[in-house]
């Protein structure tokens, strides 16, 4: 999954942080033009690609690609 923040668009809300369920994002030191905080990726192998980063923010400023498909484990066999 490539997770995209467009930083002009983002206020620092943190929507992004509070509602992700695995903690893939932290808020980060960098600023954008209008001076709000910027939220970063930084547990991105944790995503189990929910979407509620992308859904839950209010400006439109994350946006989920899938790259590729995530391998998923096989259940027992005979089931």
Do not use: H, W
Request: charged letters at 35%; aromatic letters at 10%; proline letters at 6%.
């Amino acid at each position: 999954m490539a997770i995209t923040i467009i930083k002009d668009f983002c206020k620092g809300c943190g929507f992004c942080i509070d509602f992700c369920p695995k903690k893939v994002y932290d808020l980060s030191e960098e600023m954008n033009q209008k001076g709000y905080r910027l939220p970063r990726p930084v547990r991105e192998e944790e995503c189990t690609e929910c979407g509620l980063c992308d859904l839950y923010c209010p400006d439109f400023a994350i946006f989920l690609e899938k790259t590729k498909k995530k391998a998923r484990p096989k259940g027992k066999e005979g089931r």
